[in-house]
């Protein structure tokens, strides 16, 4: 993962849209890495949360194809699973997409809002809002300990 490193700003994006999914990916700790060696911090936070938005809207869009062969190949989310939030999540619809930034079960969400055909401009505003704030976050946290 530290790897990506080695493409600055490129590597960044990459590892923010990749963790957006279900892979592994710590775009939190590459953002602390390059901020702690001099990157500029406002294009770090456009760049992750661009990324990370960017992977979760893929996450939505899958959902919104319904083909849970792809959903469960390449997210890695069941179908019961899908069901089972689909309950809880009707009810709030887009501002849900909020919640994306949380680990775990965030990358869930936008599947289910894709499914569930939820508002595509309110759905992409609030998980880019939820994403940006999260990286602002983590930005004075790293600041903070450096």
Avoid at 22 to 38: D, Q
Avoid at 61 to 83: A, M, P, T, V
Avoid at 130 to 137: F, P
């Amino acid at each position: 993962m530290f790897e990506l490193y080695n493409y600055g700003y490129l590597g960044l994006f990459i590892a923010s849209f990749l963790a957006a999914t279900i892979l592994p990916f710590s775009s939190e700790a590459l953002l602390s890495l390059m901020l702690y060696n001099g990157y500029n911090s406002t294009y770090c936070i456009i760049i992750a949360t661009v990324g990370n938005s960017l992977g979760s809207f893929l996450n939505y869009f899958l959902g919104r194809l319904g083909r849970w062969d792809l959903i469960e190949k390449y997210l890695k989310i069941k179908q019961s699973k899908i069901e089972n939030f689909k309950l809880r999540v009707k009810r709030y619809f887009s501002i849900t997409a909020f919640f994306t930034w949380l680990p775990f079960i965030g990358d869930v969400f936008p599947v289910v809002l894709g499914v569930l055909k939820a508002n595509i401009q309110k759905t992409f505003f609030f998980i880019t809002l939820g994403k940006l704030l999260r990286y602002i976050v983590w930005f004075y946290i790293t600041i903070n300990l450096i």
